[in-house]
């Protein structure tokens, strides 16, 4: 269920981007009370930001790869930190623009969901008051998962251009050292390199409300999918038997009896599961294929980043300040939650699933027409990584066991 909090953070996140970089492919109508595509201009604004922006790859692929051969750089500690550091913010950057290409290929998919998810939360809503004994106790529930994405909003969308624009001033960061050695600056707290950290600042601020942008949409879905599935699972059903037309003698439906949503007709049910299969249909376009392989690289990249320069560099890190500190803390542990937030979830939606299919199969006869969607229905299924692997409980395992093996590999080198 997509909560009052959660709309409203969407809402002034949304605003807040439009205002402050200038570049949306939809916004906020406050008279319609609902998303619209954003003007030309703006739109025109975000191709134009994703064009320059895939410049940094590029550029810090290139001066990554010209310290390979260079032995003693590669040996050295503090240097090595940037070699990885660099590869981290690559990634991330890389994965970045991918989102944005994919939500700008599909601005009206995506203003349909929104509105749609929107809409659908305030039916589910009311379908839950009728029944108030249960409604009350599955709003605090979602609670937590709205001030989960107010904390992802603040940490993504208001500390990490700041942490950024404090850390560029670092000597130990991978963008500073490559300024330093192509154009000879040592970038720092000084009045003439003011507007260049500005500028930094504004285009992590812009990258981030991107990533935010995509969080949220998958985050949304996933929330509304697994609660109406919930809500939808009968556990009882009342076959009504009534005189059939032309060649059936009986015609066979059946009223589903759900604990959230009391009786409901077959043909509501399944009107409500198919609309969450169309939407299904539209995440997995969005959001399928090799798009979220980057998003483990990047997460993987971020985590061991941040892990081996707080273990094997602490001294650095230190000299570079809290800020720089919090930033190496963050960068470990916010790829943990992701990773584990996104098995969890996943896994759940698709357990929920797969017990209102079984549900509706053992609680109906063959004959039905809900027996025959049911047995032929395809499952609500996130297709993360799509054809390569798809997320599942134990993803989280594994990305857990997999960055420990990496890091104490790199810490014995």
């Not at 809503?125 to 904390?151: G, V």
């Not at 939808?232 to 059936?248: D, F, H, N, R």
């Not at 470990?332 to 939606?349: F, G, N, R, T």
């Not at 390569?388 to 590999?409: E, P």
Request: charged share 15%; with cysteine; hydrophobic share 50%.
């Amino acid at each position: 269920m997509i909560t009052r909090l959660i709309r409203e953070t969407v809402k002034y996140r949304t605003i807040i981007m439009v205002y402050l970089s200038g570049a949306a492919d939809w916004n906020w109508n406050p008279t319609e009370e609902c998303f619209v595509p954003s003007s030309i201009y703006l739109r025109w604004n975000a191709h134009l930001l994703l064009t320059l922006g895939s410049t940094f790859p590029i550029l810090m692929t290139t001066f990554l790869l010209s310290k390979i051969p260079d032995g003693e750089y590669m040996e050295s500690t503090g240097t090595f930190v940037i070699f990885i550091l660099g590869w981290a913010e690559m990634f991330i950057v890389t994965s970045v623009l991918m989102i944005g290409l994919q939500l700008t290929r599909n601005w009206r998919g995506m203003v349909y969901m929104l509105n749609e998810m929107s809409r659908y939360s305030y039916y589910i809503e009311e379908l839950m008051r009728r029944q108030n004994s249960q409604f009350n106790r599955e709003e605090k529930k979602h609670l937590k998962k709205a001030s989960m994405l107010l904390a992802l909003t603040g940490v993504l969308c208001t500390f990490t251009p700041v942490a950024f624009a404090g850390c560029i001033c670092v000597r130990m960061e991978p963008t500073h050292a490559m300024v330093q050695e192509w154009l000879e600056v040592n970038i720092s707290f000084k009045p003439r390199f003011i507007p260049f950290i500005l500028f930094m600042a504004w285009i992590v601020s812009n990258a981030a409300s991107v990533i935010f942008s995509g969080i949220n949409v998958g985050f949304q879905y996933i929330l509304l999918a697994r609660s109406l599935v919930t809500c939808l699972t009968p556990e009882s059903a009342t076959k009504i038997v009534q005189p059939g037309l032309a060649m059936y003698k009986v015609k066979i439906q059946y009223e589903l009896n759900s604990r959230y949503f009391g009786i409901l007709d077959e043909m509501t049910a399944v009107r409500m599961f198919r609309t969450q299969q169309v939407f299904n249909t539209i995440i997995n376009e969005i959001f399928g294929g090799v798009l979220i392989a980057f998003h483990h690289v990047a997460c993987m990249l971020a985590f061991l980043g941040g892990a081996y320069t707080l273990l094997q560099a602490t001294d650095e890190a230190l000299d570079g300040g809290p800020l720089v500190v919090a930033a190496l803390v963050l960068a470990m542990i916010v790829p943990l939650v992701l990773q584990y937030e996104e098995a969890k979830e996943i896994s759940e939606l698709c357990q929920k699933a797969d017990a209102f299919v079984g549900r509706c199969v053992n609680l109906t006869n063959r004959r039905s027409m809900l027996y025959k969607f049911a047995r032929s229905c395809p499952k609500l299924q996130v297709h993360a990584g799509y054809p390569f692997f798809n997320v599942g409980k134990d993803t989280f395992t594994q990305f857990w066991a997999q960055g420990l093996d990496f890091l104490i590999d790199m810490l014995a080198v």
